[in-house]
């Protein structure tokens, strides 16, 4: 999954020096991101000219806290790589206001747009902080996690008490004007909302089922989080014979 994926975000960058990239934090993209630092480190893959934008940042953390996304983004990636602290961008959680969310898709316009959008997938279905029942039509601003994700997000942390509730995140809207996006999903905790949002109804209990209505997503998943599709032969049938007509 992370070789495929980085395989897919290298062509980006090496097309357009210029990509403007979204990225995820958790678990799931540690595999690519450790992938592009090899590819930076043995082809030279050159970050320099590259615009990064975060889907989310907890509200309430400073954004130097062991814990923040903002933290998270500079241990794994940004300082192994030659990104320009200036073309980073990821919401501010510490001083949350509604104009900052604002000022997050103007500037996500300015530079044209995203090019290539990484996501991973909650269990619940959520992307980004998109919990159940997020309009997917619903631009950055601030979500109150599901206890869920709060559950899934404590083994971060010393003591769940410590997770935040609150989260500043793009919406499923902002999330579906990329250019091109990449879903990304391994495990068996992911089989089920994997199966929700490529096979199952476009729902807003489901907000990863919005990328059935985009033009250009790839799902990359392990057959772990493939076990319960039902087209999954045909899925694979479709790789084995895969075209290079874009
Ligand atoms: C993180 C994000 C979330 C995660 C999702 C899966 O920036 O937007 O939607 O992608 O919660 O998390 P992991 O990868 O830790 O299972």
Not at 49 to 64: A, H, T
Not at 115 to 130: E, K, M, R, V, Y
Request: net charge positive; aromatic share 8%.
């Amino acid at each position: 999954m992370s070789h495929e994926s980085a395989i897919i975000v290298a062509d980006q960058i090496r097309t357009n020096p210029k990509t403007v990239l979204g990225l995820a934090t958790g678990s799931t993209p540690l595999g690519l991101y450790n992938e592009l630092i090899k590819l930076h480190n043995s082809e030279g893959l050159d970050f320099s000219n590259v615009i990064s934008f975060n889907l989310d940042e907890y509200v309430g953390l400073p954004k130097n806290h062991p814990q923040s996304y903002n933290t998270f983004m500079f241990k794994t990636l940004f300082s192994k790589i030659n990104i320009k602290q200036k073309n980073v961008h990821i919401p501010n959680g510490s001083s949350f206001n509604l104009k900052e969310c604002d000022k997050y898709e103007s500037l996500i316009k300015i530079y044209g747009g995203i090019d290539l959008q990484i996501l991973g997938i909650g269990s619940d279905g959520h992307i980004a902080f998109n919990e159940p029942s997020s309009s997917l039509g619903s631009r950055t601003r601030l979500k109150t996690l599901t206890e869920k994700t709060v559950n899934d997000n404590a083994r971060f942390f010393d003591n769940i008490s410590n997770v935040p509730k609150y989260a500043v995140t793009m919406g499923v809207g902002t999330i579906m004007e990329a250019r091109k996006i990449l879903l990304l999903a391994s495990g068996d905790s992911k089989a089920k909302p994997i199966t929700k949002a490529i096979e199952g109804p476009i729902s807003s209990m489901c907000s990863a089922s919005a990328i059935q209505m985009h033009p250009k997503t790839i799902v990359i998943v392990d057959e772990a989080a493939a076990k319960n599709l039902k087209e999954k032969d045909y899925y694979k049938w479709v790789y084995r014979n895969k075209t290079n007509i874009n």
